[in-house]
């Protein structure tokens, strides 16, 4: 016959228990007001725990920033990863809202935490993940937070383009090559915007991003954070900037996602706003305007037979000719290739779709376009320097025809 043997519950039994408690505070920005209220958070919960005789304190972890969003919230993602490799086990908060305001996040948190024997409080519901009915209290709660949000998004983003719209600028720069932020103005750096000018200078005598790049560190010079290598990217983007000239173009970028915070490029989802003279430009816009008008010069481009436009080529600063030549026929540029021991140009759509893509394209010898270009610019002999400073493009045409643009 079977024996049963009932084992009854042990009352408390878990209370008994001691448990390593942590607490989570959060303010959505470092303000001081608000960092008064983060200092009243952190003293109420450390004494909370401390006098609870069966409770560890596991830690206070703190955010500043939005509750929306997770991913960013130091304190939070440090909290949850110590709860899941065993450190902490029970969670105290003021409110489901401060923990988050995403509903999918806030219940994929709550379910990867109950799944580890890890229990949240939220001190305002009066509620603790453990509860049966947690996820749908939880799921209300935060849907109700997670609009109010976007509301919020909708009027701060409404406010910001009341502003734009009357040229009132957002000079909240941490970092700003050439610039400094006082009083909400930008001001010039004196040493900074030497080498500013000196990059424009470069580049307008063609210089490329990389030779900029190089000689910006041979010289020793320190990037706006301090560090000792430039990337050719950031020296892009610093001769694209109307703010050196002095102007400022307003809602360059737009949220796309009021949930997830990720920025955009405005290309006309929203107007934008051109502030002209919003501040002292480090370089005059002549030069501004000239390095534009180099950079757009730069560009190569090979055109199919479909219509489609695609980039198959970058500027070279050591190859003059190659950012020079362009098909007549296509528009493309010309490749320098080595050919039998000899130097020569091709149009990059004949080398890419063969010749029947291009079939009037002639092949160019190295030594010959130099001939041509010393006799019709240089006044005889080949000149890099004056073919650089005088010649804009030389567009070849069908039986090594030239049509030479001048500056």
Not at 8 to 17: A, D, Q, T
Not at 280 to 303: D, P
Request: with cysteine; glycine share 8%.
């Amino acid at each position: 016959m079977k024996k049963v043997r009932k084992i009854e519950v042990v009352k408390n039994s878990i209370e008994k228990c001691r448990r390593k408690v942590a607490a989570y505070c959060r303010v959505s920005t470092k303000y001081e007001s608000q960092k008064s209220s983060i200092d009243l958070q952190i003293s109420y919960y450390t004494r909370l725990i401390n006098e609870n005789p069966e409770w560890d304190n596991a830690g206070i972890y703190i955010d500043y920033g939005s509750r929306c969003r997770i991913k960013g919230r130091e304190g939070f993602c440090k909290m949850i990863q110590k709860a899941l490799e065993g450190e902490i086990d029970y969670i105290i908060t003021k409110s489901i809202s401060r923990f988050s305001g995403n509903t999918v996040d806030m219940l994929q948190t709550i379910r990867k935490l109950k799944e580890n024997g890890v229990v949240v409080y939220f001190e305002k519901e009066e509620l603790d993940s453990t509860d049966e009915r947690a996820e749908q209290m939880i799921t209300i709660y935060t849907a109700l937070a997670q609009e109010e949000i976007r509301n919020m998004s909708e009027n701060i983003k409404w406010g910001y383009e009341q502003k734009f719209a009357k040229g009132e600028l957002l000079n909240n720069y941490k970092l700003f090559y050439g610039y400094y932020v006082q009083d909400g103005e930008l001001k010039i750096n004196d040493e900074q915007a030497k080498v500013v000018r000196n990059i424009f200078q470069w580049y307008i005598e063609g210089f490329s991003f990389r030779q900029i790049k190089l000689e910006l560190e041979r010289q020793g010079i320190l990037t706006a954070s301090g560090g000792k290598v430039w990337h050719e990217k950031v020296i892009q983007g610093m001769l694209r900037n109307e703010k050196y000239c002095g102007d400022t173009m307003l809602q360059k970028t737009i949220t796309e996602d009021f949930l997830t915070g990720k920025r955009v490029k405005n290309d006309g989802q929203k107007a934008r706003y051109y502030v002209y003279n919003s501040h002292k430009g480090i370089v005059s816009k002549e030069v501004y305007m000239k390095a534009v008008c180099e950079m757009n010069s730069r560009r190569r481009v090979v055109k199919y037979d479909d219509g489609t436009v695609e980039s198959r080529k970058k500027y070279n600063g050591q190859n003059l000719l190659g950012n020079l030549l362009v098909c007549g026929e296509c528009g493309a540029s010309f490749r320098r290739r080595t050919e039998r021991g000899k130097v020569v140009y091709r149009c990059a759509t004949r080398i890419e779709k063969g010749r029947e893509s291009c079939k009037e394209s002639p092949t160019i010898e190295e030594e010959w376009m130099k001939g041509e270009l010393g006799r019709r610019v240089c006044d005889g002999e080949y000149d890099e320097k004056l073919v650089r400073a005088r010649v804009e493009e030389v567009i070849i045409l069908k039986g090594k025809g030239l049509n030479l643009i001048l500056k």
